[in-house]
Every structure is written in structure tokens, then in C-alpha cells.
């Protein structure tokens, strides 16, 4: 963006405006709209205001242009194509994945991607203060998108300054005041073990043993990359931080002795997860342990996570100890920096601080698959810790569609 | 993103003002009009409003910016 204003001895000026798009127009009438203005003030604002009013003004319709606002507002009325879901055609076949894909309304899909946009634009700046945010796309027929801020307690004055600007207009900023740790211990709770090793293939949703601690067993992860498949949990259920040379991850077995699944392969501590290599004598399976056996047959996008928001749906999981819980999803495209040194991106919030304990982490969150059999879920993704504070609660963890953009992995 | 303002210094109605205090005083300002960009683009992308309501808020929200904070300039100048 370029301005350049020259002001002349008896008070004319010319206004020049270069920028792509539509911001000419924009210029020329904000200009004659501000002559208007100026005429009017005379006697109220001096020169000096009115070029300050006039600088401001265009640094701000270039900061709107630079934001892309029009993108959104200026929207269609159309329909667009988004893809929903990587999904098995062949559930036998892990290796064979195809897009799903449904039509949603164009003003509605503006909106989402430009939050997505504005969400990145906040984490990368990390302005002070910041602990993150994450997005809650609208209802198709509203075709918005709410970007939901935490800002830090010790910065309530900068809430104060946004709740006087916007007096009786709600904004999603929220203040963060008490946080609860990832706790490893697992006293006071059963986790549930499995029953049974006689088959060679271990759901997903029972209870899985780090050297420390206990977690819940992930379903099969695959690497289409080295084509390998993995068992996966929490990595923070290795305490000091899981070390892919010396430890392993077993399972407890109900009224028998605890087995080795295998020894750590990747442990990615900034997505919170552990690849285990299998060891000889198991698999890791793709259904998860309820009552009515679940098999998962691929994964949701980003964009298909917003579609379940938009359609008011619900995610499912099964952890060793609090077992099946269902809850709405809160937000998505998450970015929390309250935890650690770092902030972790393309986290996925949902339900409340009830479906979550210790010893649930390293389960998935998923959902029923629409279009194929009544038993076929598709995975949203990880569930790692739980967070209360006055207006909100919510178990968060890392998206699946996050774990295959960095790292290719899949379910 | 670059901004260049090119102000016509020594202007016979405006008072001794060191350059440095014009410097900060424009540093806050955009700050300030980043800020007020980007919470009025949040709230409009969680609410069907249209497009030129949009710009109305911003153009009006600059203007009142300006008149307010030059009130308050003119009483620090009065002794």
C-alpha cells in the first residue's frame, strides 16, 4: 500500500491511492465522502485532524483490503464444493483413500476459510497477551464464522478498552484465569483393561501402560510414506518426554500379565502424540472398543470438521477410564499457547471437562460415517487435555487432518 | 505493508511540536486503527451484516477516533 497526500498553502487536496483491486474506488469515494465531512466539521476539526482523519482512514481501507474483507462480505450467493472427508473405499485396503466431498453455500464457505485465514494471522502475530484462539463456523443459513480469542487475565485492560469500544455488541474474547494441567497420575480411577489378547488385533479405547503412566490406546495410524502402521497414545504420558530408542508401550491385561506392544518410533510432544512401532505378536486395529464395535474407515478434513459445526453435530470418543462420552464441538482450528513454552496449532475443541480424565488421553474423537454402514466412524482426532475456566470448558487435542498435513499420518 | 505519509512541515497554525512525539503519535494511531479494523472484520465475519455497513463503521469509527483524541490534545496544549 502506497498513500501519498500533498497538501497545498490554501487547504486543496489530492489524495492518491495505489493498491490492486478495488481499493481505487473505495478511495474516491471515501475522498468525496470526507470532503463532505470536512465542509461540515469547519469549524470543529482543524486541518491537522482532518489529514490525520485522512491518513488513518486510508491506512485503515488498506488494512481491510490487506485482511481481504470483501472476500466475505462480498460474497455470492452460489453453491461451492468442499471436501469433507479422506475416506477407505475399500475398508480392507488401508492404503486406498478417497475425498469426499458436498456442496455448501458460497457466503457461508467465505466466511469459514477467512476466519481459518484471520485465526493464522493472530497466531503468527501472537500480539501480547494472546494464549490463543480457534474457530466456530456459523449455521449454513447465517453463513458466518466466530473467531474466539484468550487473551491473558493480567491484560483485562485491553478487554476493558475492547467491551468499552464495542459497548452491548458481544465479542468472543475471552479472559483466561485458571488453567489445569495435564496431570499423568491416574489415582482414584479404574481404567478400564482388556479383557482378552487372543486375538492378535487391540482396539482402540482400552487402557495401554508407558513406563510412567497409563493412557488410552489409539487406533491404527498409518504412514503412507514408509507404509508402516502404528500404535499410537498421548506423548505426554511418558512423562519426561518419550525417548524413540529405549521406551516402549505395553498393555495391561485383565487378570494376566501385561504384554509388549512395541517400542516408540516418533514421538511428536508438539502434537502431543507417540507412533509405536508393533512388535511381533500385535496389531494395532482400526475399531474402536464400545459396546457396539466401531470400525473407522478415514478421517475428517478441516473444512468437514466445520461442516459437523455448521450442522450442529456432535463428536463421540472412548477413553480407558471415563469410557463413551458424547459432546458438541466448540471450536476448531484451535491454537493454545497456555500449556508450554509453544503454542500447538490445528486443535480441535469439544464437550466439557467431564470427558476427560487422566488416563483418557491418546483416544479419538469421531463420528458417525453418513454414507456407509451403520458401524463405520470417521476420526476428528486426538483427545489430550481438558481445560476449564468461567465460560468455558473443553477437551482439546490435535486434528487428525493437522497429523497428515505435517506429517502425512492418517487413520 | 508499507506506509508513507508525506506531511507538509512548517506550516504557519501549527504549534512547535518536536518530531519525535508526531512519530509516536502516528505509531499509536495505526495501532490503534489495526486494532479497530480487525475487531470490527471478527465481528462482521459472526454476523450476516452487509458489506457497507462495514466501511460506515469504519469511516465513523476513525472520525469519532480523531474528534475525541483531538479534545483531548487541544486541553493537554491549554495549560
Request: overall charge negative; glycine content about 10%.
Given at each position: 500500500m502506497y498513500v501519498n497526500i500533498s497538501l497545498d498553502g490554501t487547504a486543496?487536496?489530492?489524495?492518491?491511492?495505489?493498491?490492486?483491486?478495488?481499493?481505487?474506488?473505495?478511495?474516491?469515494?471515501?475522498?468525496?465522502?470526507?470532503?463532505?465531512?470536512?465542509d461540515r466539521l469547519e469549524a470543529g476539526m482543524d486541518r491537522r485532524e482532518f489529514l490525520r482523519t485522512l491518513v488513518t482512514g486510508g491506512y485503515a481501507l488498506g488494512v481491510a483490503q490487506f485482511l481481504g474483507v470483501d472476500d466475505f462480505l462480498a460474497a455470492d450467493d452460489g453453491e461451492v464444493p468442499i471436501v469433507t472427508a479422506l475416506v477407505r473405499p475399500d475398508p480392507e485396503d488401508p492404503w486406498s483413500l478417497e475425498e469426499r466431498t458436498r456442496t455448501v453455500p458460497a457466503t457461508w464457505y467465505a466466511s469459514v476459510t477467512k476466519a481459518f485465514e484471520l485465526n493464522e494471522l493472530l497466531a503468527r502475530t501472537a500480539f501480547t497477551g494472546y494464549l490463543g484462539s480457534a474457530v466456530v463456523p456459523?449455521?449454513?443459513?447465517?453463513?458466518?464464522?466466530?473467531?474466539?480469542?484468550?487473551?491473558?487475565?493480567?491484560?483485562?485492560?485491553?478487554?476493558?478498552?475492547?467491551?468499552?469500544l464495542v459497548d452491548g455488541v458481544s465479542l468472543d474474547v475471552e479472559t483466561i484465569t485458571d488453567i489445569d494441567e495435564i496431570e499423568d497420575g491416574y489415582d482414584g480411577f479404574e481404567p478400564r483393561f482388556v479383557d482378552s489378547v487372543s486375538s492378535a488385533e487391540i482396539p482402540s479405547g482400552v487402557a495401554c501402560e508407558t513406563p510412567g503412566s497409563i493412557a488410552t490406546l489409539g487406533p491404527v495410524m498409518y504412514d503412507p510414506n514408509t507404509r508402516q502402521e502404528f500404535f499410537v497414545t498421548a506423548e505426554h504420558a511418558f512423562g519426561a518426554g518419550a525417548d524413540p530408542t529405549t521406551d516402549r508401550l505395553s498393555l495391561p491385561v485383565a487378570g494376566a500379565e501385561t504384554v509388549e506392544l512395541g517400542s516408540v518410533e516418533y514421538a511428536h510432544p508438539v502434537e502431543d502424540i507417540v507412533a509405536v512401532a508393533p512388535g511381533n505378536r500385535y496389531r494395532p486395529s482400526n475399531t474402536i472398543d464400545t459396546p457396539t464395535p466401531a470400525r473407522i474407515r478415514g478421517q475428517f478434513t478441516r473444512l468437514g470438521l466445520a461442516d459437523l459445526i455448521a450442522r450442529?453435530?456432535?463428536?463421540?470418543?472412548?477413553?480407558?477410564?471415563?469410557?463413551?462420552?458424547?459432546?458438541?464441538?466448540?471450536?476448531?482450528?484451535?491454537?493454545?499457547?497456555?500449556?508450554?513454552?509453544?503454542?500447538?496449532?490445528?486443535?480441535?475443541?469439544?464437550?466439557?471437562?467431564?470427558?476427560?480424565?487422566?488416563?483418557?488421553s491418546g483416544s479419538v474423537s469421531?463420528?458417525?460415517?453418513?454414507?456407509?454402514?451403520?458401524?463405520?466412524?470417521?476420526?476428528?482426532?486426538?483427545?489430550?487435555?481438558r481445560t476449564w475456566w468461567p465460560g468455558q470448558s473443553y477437551v482439546w487435542g490435535v486434528g487428525a487432518y493437522r497429523l497428515t498435513d505435517v506429517y502425512g499420518y492418517y487413520f | 505493508?508499507?506506509?508513507?505519509?508525506?506531511?507538509?512541515?512548517?506550516?504557519?497554525d501549527r504549534p512547535t511540536t518536536t518530531i519525535a512525539s508526531t512519530a509516536v503519535r502516528l505509531a499509536a494511531d495505526l495501532l490503534i486503527v489495526t486494532g479497530w479494523v480487525l475487531l470490527l472484520t471478527l465481528l462482521f465475519l459472526q454476523q450476516p451484516w452487509p458489506q457497507w455497513a462495514f466501511y460506515a463503521l469504519l469511516i465513523v469509527g476513525i472520525g469519532l477516533y480523531v474528534t475525541v483524541t483531538a479534545t483531548w490534545r487541544s486541553t493537554e496544549r491549554s495549560p
Amino acid at each position: 500500500m502506497y498513500v501519498n497526500i500533498s497538501l497545498d498553502g490554501t487547504a486543496e487536496y489530492t489524495a492518491q491511492y495505489n493498491a490492486r483491486g478495488m481499493e481505487g474506488t473505495h478511495t474516491e469515494s471515501l475522498v468525496s465522502r470526507l470532503a463532505t465531512i470536512r465542509d461540515r466539521l469547519e469549524a470543529g476539526m482543524d486541518r491537522r485532524e482532518f489529514l490525520r482523519t485522512l491518513v488513518t482512514g486510508g491506512y485503515a481501507l488498506g488494512v481491510a483490503q490487506f485482511l481481504g474483507v470483501d472476500d466475505f462480505l462480498a460474497a455470492d450467493d452460489g453453491e461451492v464444493p468442499i471436501v469433507t472427508a479422506l475416506v477407505r473405499p475399500d475398508p480392507e485396503d488401508p492404503w486406498s483413500l478417497e475425498e469426499r466431498t458436498r456442496t455448501v453455500p458460497a457466503t457461508w464457505y467465505a466466511s469459514v476459510t477467512k476466519a481459518f485465514e484471520l485465526n493464522e494471522l493472530l497466531a503468527r502475530t501472537a500480539f501480547t497477551g494472546y494464549l490463543g484462539s480457534a474457530v466456530v463456523p456459523g449455521s449454513y443459513e447465517r453463513g458466518t464464522a466466530s473467531v474466539s480469542v484468550g487473551v491473558s487475565s493480567s491484560f483485562d485492560s485491553i478487554r476493558e478498552t475492547f467491551d468499552r469500544l464495542v459497548d452491548g455488541v458481544s465479542l468472543d474474547v475471552e479472559t483466561i484465569t485458571d488453567i489445569d494441567e495435564i496431570e499423568d497420575g491416574y489415582d482414584g480411577f479404574e481404567p478400564r483393561f482388556v479383557d482378552s489378547v487372543s486375538s492378535a488385533e487391540i482396539p482402540s479405547g482400552v487402557a495401554c501402560e508407558t513406563p510412567g503412566s497409563i493412557a488410552t490406546l489409539g487406533p491404527v495410524m498409518y504412514d503412507p510414506n514408509t507404509r508402516q502402521e502404528f500404535f499410537v497414545t498421548a506423548e505426554h504420558a511418558f512423562g519426561a518426554g518419550a525417548d524413540p530408542t529405549t521406551d516402549r508401550l505395553s498393555l495391561p491385561v485383565a487378570g494376566a500379565e501385561t504384554v509388549e506392544l512395541g517400542s516408540v518410533e516418533y514421538a511428536h510432544p508438539v502434537e502431543d502424540i507417540v507412533a509405536v512401532a508393533p512388535g511381533n505378536r500385535y496389531r494395532p486395529s482400526n475399531t474402536i472398543d464400545t459396546p457396539t464395535p466401531a470400525r473407522i474407515r478415514g478421517q475428517f478434513t478441516r473444512l468437514g470438521l466445520a461442516d459437523l459445526i455448521a450442522r450442529d453435530e456432535t463428536l463421540e470418543k472412548v477413553g480407558a477410564v471415563t469410557g463413551h462420552t458424547t459432546g458438541t464441538i466448540q471450536g476448531i482450528d484451535a491454537v493454545t499457547c497456555f500449556t508450554d513454552e509453544f503454542c500447538r496449532r490445528g486443535q480441535i475443541r469439544w464437550g466439557g471437562e467431564m470427558d476427560l480424565t487422566d488416563g483418557d488421553s491418546g483416544s479419538v474423537s469421531y463420528h458417525a460415517d453418513p454414507e456407509s454402514d451403520d458401524r463405520d466412524v470417521l476420526v476428528a482426532g486426538f483427545n489430550n487435555a481438558r481445560t476449564w475456566w468461567p465460560g468455558q470448558s473443553y477437551v482439546w487435542g490435535v486434528g487428525a487432518y493437522r497429523l497428515t498435513d505435517v506429517y502425512g499420518y492418517y487413520f | 505493508m508499507a506506509s508513507d505519509t508525506t506531511d507538509s512541515s512548517g506550516r504557519a497554525d501549527r504549534p512547535t511540536t518536536t518530531i519525535a512525539s508526531t512519530a509516536v503519535r502516528l505509531a499509536a494511531d495505526l495501532l490503534i486503527v489495526t486494532g479497530w479494523v480487525l475487531l470490527l472484520t471478527l465481528l462482521f465475519l459472526q454476523q450476516p451484516w452487509p458489506q457497507w455497513a462495514f466501511y460506515a463503521l469504519l469511516i465513523v469509527g476513525i472520525g469519532l477516533y480523531v474528534t475525541v483524541t483531538a479534545t483531548w490534545r487541544s486541553t493537554e496544549r491549554s495549560p
